[in-house]
Nanobody, 124 residues
């Protein structure tokens, strides 16, 4: 069983929107404190966007990510979502979800389980 599976990526024009999904296995969801969203743009390091607390409905965001990005979850379905509005070409990249047993934040090194990623391409 795949621990984390992202979906919902694709090619969109600037100004459009997307909702990405992350499906977590039962074991991953129950044993990790937080799930996070990350993205890696071409030629750049992976950066954290925000995430959810698996024990309740709480969400958190990286400092730069409020406004166009909305993180949400469905606890019953073990799903996490990332809504991105008013997409820009610089949003192009691979979007990953990841799980951390003890940490909730945007630091990549504290997340140890990763999905395969979903590609988002924004054209101008």
């Amino acid at each position: 069983e795949m621990e984390l599976v992202e979906s919902g990526g694709g090619s969109v024009q600037a100004g459009g929107s997307l909702r990405l999904s992350c499906a977590a296995s039962e074991s991953t969801y129950s044993t990790n404190k937080c799930l996070g969203w990350f993205r890696q743009a071409p030629g750049k390091e992976r950066e954290g966007l925000g995430g959810v607390y698996t024990r309740d409905s709480g969400t958190y965001y990286g400092g730069r990510m409020r406004g166009r990005f909305t993180v949400s979850q469905d606890n019953a379905k073990r799903m996490m979502y990332l809504q991105i509005k008013t997409l820009r070409p610089e949003d192009t990249g691979i979007y990953y979800c990841a799980a951390s047993e003890r940490y909730c934040g945007v630091e990549v090194e504290y997340f140890h389980r990763w999905g395969q990623g979903t590609q988002v391409t924004v054209s101008s």
